[in-house]
């Protein structure tokens, strides 16, 4: 059986909710973020079936993870540009 990316979330496993803006498992896949497709149906993969798919929904969960632009290293926090330019670099109040 198929295992595809879920279209109600696009794979996050969670919506977002139009009147508050919480957030809540998606109710297509139940969180997981990916379905079982056969034939042109979706459905839910049931949690009894984690274990045998584990390692098919790690990698598609990578798969996704680099289409939205993860390199799969970390940088320190003074190397990441989104503190260089708030000025933010988390050496201290001296920046050394």
């Given at each position: 059986m198929t295992i595809i990316?879920?279209?109600s979330c696009d794979g996050f496993g969670w919506t977002e909710d139009d009147d508050d803006g919480s957030a809540q498992?998606?109710?297509w896949c139940?969180?997981?973020g990916y379905v079982y497709h056969e034939n042109?149906?979706?459905r839910r993969i049931p949690?009894?079936?984690y274990a045998a798919v584990s390692d098919?929904?790690?990698a598609l969960e990578l798969e996704r993870m680099r289409e939205?632009?993860?390199s799969g290293s970390a940088k320190k926090p003074w190397d990441q540009p989104v503190?260089?330019?708030r000025g933010n670099l988390l050496r201290g109040k001296s920046g050394t």
């Open positions: 990316r879920c279209v498992d998606c109710a139940g969180g997981v042109g149906i979706d949690p009894t079936d098919q929904l790690e939205m632009g993860y503190r260089q330019e």
